[in-house]
């Protein structure tokens, strides 16, 4: 089985929308089951109704999973292993408090060396960890392991780590809670776990879960594959504070969710095709090939492959719930645009009043003359009509004329524009 788990404490990064895809296409691929984690441990950093909006996102996304669970749910497993690791000793109370660490660390930082723990609580006797326990709250920490951790990664190769790059790191907190590491190495324990796909930025836990489960004496080997960070356009790690970052910011910028698939897919990959879908992907996706190389969001990337996607919209106008007669203009409006947002914006602006003051003469003498007369079948003789009643011509005809029709001085060819909309431009015009 293989898993996707997302916090829910914020909107949802298109970095975990990328791990929710490639779990999504392995799985198929490897003909296996797909769970749905929800990592809800950091009580103080959920947001209600976040894990809720993380399943819509997939939905959305046509990404199909077999089960969804809340690792909240898992706290007494939790709980009894790291008891169980308490009794055979590979684990130790620890009774530090939060004023010690912070000094241990600031020291650290002034030594200009990592910090790790001193090991001050890993060797009390049996009757001062009984006599502490009355009188002070304590933390669990499981002693670091005695020999280098060594896994291989499908994208990043052979990995090692040292017992001092491990250390003796907490497992449960004061409050009985379990931290990220210990709560992700139970329930992936729990659950089967065949194969991890998650970003690079968890490289550093991977170590520390194969410590605890080999500590609680678990065989079976867990595959993993960290993919490469996704960097802004200034060649920085995406935040939070790159619009572009959230999936749903995404969506409400009018891209298709099929075309953000497409590049998600695309970033650090190298395909005989560009544009797919994650259906098609399953295909010829191969995780082992992704590029160790952080790739860099592009923007105009995703237009282009959002406007590839845009041409198999049949139904414009369903789309945008409106009347069917609006569909021959919608599909003028598609082949400039390269997002359904652009799209909208252009279709309202047509329906608004006209407040532009240049040409403002130019078009009163207009719209007077395609008002009081019958609208030709076709634009040539309509363009004929206009030139010889109203003496206007070249960009004093054209431009004011654009802007009767859609209240833009750029845009579409004029001859497009007034065949899809003759059935009913008298009345956008009037209204103008």
């Given at each position: 089985m293989l898993r996707f788990a997302p916090s829910p404490t914020g909107d949802m990064h298109i970095g975990n929308l990328r791990v929710a895809i490639f779990n999504y296409i392995v799985a198929r691929q490897r003909g296996?089951?797909?769970?749905?984690?929800?990592?809800?441990?950091?009580?103080?950093?959920?947001?209600?109704?976040?894990?809720?909006?993380?399943?819509?996102?997939?939905?959305?996304?046509?990404?199909?999973?077999?089960?969804?669970?809340?690792?909240?749910?898992?706290?007494?497993?939790?709980?009894?292993?790291?008891?169980?690791?308490?009794?055979?000793?590979?684990?130790?109370?620890c009774f530090c408090s939060e004023d010690e660490i912070a000094i241990e660390r600031e020291k650290a930082k002034l030594e200009k060396r990592p910090y790790r723990y001193s090991g001050k609580c890993e060797y009390l006797t049996p009757k001062e960890v009984e006599k502490l326990k009355n009188k002070k709250p304590f933390v669990i920490r499981i002693k670091k392991p005695e020999n280098p951790i060594k896994f291989n990664d499908l994208i990043k190769g052979e990995i090692e780590l040292t017992p001092f790059d491990i250390d003796s790191f907490v497992i449960l907190r004061a409050d009985l809670t379990p931290t990220y590491n210990f709560a992700c190495s139970i329930d992936d324990m729990i659950y089967d776990i065949s194969l991890v796909i998650r970003g690079e930025d968890h490289l550093s836990n991977t170590p520390k879960q194969i410590h605890i489960r080999k500590a609680l004496g678990y065989d079976k080997e867990i595959e993993y594959a960290h993919l490469p960070i996704i960097l802004n356009e200034?060649?920085?790690?995406?935040?939070?504070?790159?619009?572009?970052?959230?999936?749903?910011?995404?969506?409400?910028?009018?891209?298709?969710?099929?075309?953000?698939?497409?590049?998600?897919?695309?970033?650090?990959?190298?395909?005989?095709?560009?544009?797919?879908t994650i259906e098609e992907a399953i295909e010829f996706f191969d995780l082992s090939k992704i590029s160790r190389a952080p790739a860099k969001f592009d923007i105009e990337k995703l237009k282009f492959l959002n406007k590839e996607h845009m041409k198999k919209i049949k139904d414009l106008a369903k789309r945008f719930n409106v009347n069917s007669i609006y569909e021959d203009l919608l599909q003028i409006f598609k082949d400039e645009s390269s997002t359904l947002k652009e799209i909208k914006e252009k279709f309202d602006?047509?329906?608004?009043?006209?407040?532009?003051?240049?040409?403002?003469?130019?078009?009163?003498?207009?719209?007077?003359?395609?008002?009081?007369?019958?609208?030709?079948?076709?634009?040539?003789?309509?363009?004929?009509?206009?030139?010889?009643n109203t003496g206007l011509k070249g960009k004093k005809l054209f431009m004011p004329l654009r802007e009767l029709l859609i209240n833009q001085k750029h845009g579409a060819e004029i001859k497009d524009l007034y065949k899809a909309m003759k059935p009913y431009l008298k009345e956008i015009i009037k209204n103008r």
């Open positions: 296996e089951k797909l769970l749905i984690r929800i990592e809800d441990t950091d009580k103080e950093r959920n947001i209600e109704g976040k894990d809720k909006e993380i399943l819509e996102i997939l939905d959305i996304f046509g990404i199909k999973y077999d089960n969804v669970v809340y690792q909240s749910s898992n706290f007494h497993i939790h709980q009894e292993m790291a008891k169980k690791l308490l009794e055979e000793k590979k684990a130790f109370a200034d060649g920085k790690k995406m935040s939070k504070r790159d619009n572009a970052s959230s999936v749903k910011w995404l969506l409400q910028q009018g891209f298709l969710p099929e075309a953000i698939a497409n590049y998600l897919i695309l970033l650090g990959n190298s395909f005989e095709r560009e544009v797919f602006k047509v329906f608004e009043k006209s407040t532009d003051e240049e040409f403002s003469r130019e078009r009163e003498i207009l719209k007077k003359e395609i008002l009081e007369n019958e609208l030709e079948e076709n634009y040539d003789d309509f363009k004929k009509r206009l030139q010889a």
